[in-house]
């Protein structure tokens, strides 16, 4: 069973900063395409970024370009997602994902096979 654990999520005043990581164990990491999921109260789960197993593509969704960064470390097994100048409007629990078969950038959450437990964000005063 393949588990995604989801850290460095917490309580931030808007216009900071968090880094969220998601880790796992199993080694077919590197073949993986990965997601940042969010999902706030009564809203619906949205990407909010992905990249491919080599890095070679990302996605952003366009409300957080120019402020948060997907980036992976396949010899750590570890996805991460830079969240800067956060807004009040990124509160959610935010979720990594991955998709074994690795092709492209998947957009739908159906394309994913593994999800982390999930990490809140919150940016408030």
């Known amino acids: 069973q393949v588990h995604l654990v989801e850290s460095g999520g917490g309580l931030v005043q808007p216009g900071g900063s968090l880094r969220l990581s998601c880790a796992t164990s199993?080694?077919?990491?590197?073949?993986?395409?990965m997601g940042w999921w969010r999902q706030a109260p009564g809203e619906a789960r949205e990407l909010v970024a992905a990249?491919?197993?080599?890095?070679?593509?990302?996605y952003l969704k366009d409300t957080v370009k120019g402020r948060f960064t997907i980036s992976r470390d396949n010899a750590k097994y570890t996805v991460y997602l830079q969240m800067n100048s956060l807004k009040p409007e990124d509160t959610a629990v935010y979720y990594c994902?991955?998709?074994?078969?690795?092709?492209?950038?998947?957009?739908?959450?159906?394309?994913?096979?593994?999800w982390g437990q999930g990490t809140q964000v919150t940016v408030s005063y």
């Open positions: 199993d080694g077919s990491f590197y073949s993986w395409a």
């Open positions: 994902a991955a998709d074994k078969y690795g092709v492209g950038i998947p957009d739908r959450d159906a394309d994913y096979d593994y």
């Open positions: 990249i491919s197993w080599n890095s070679d593509s990302t």
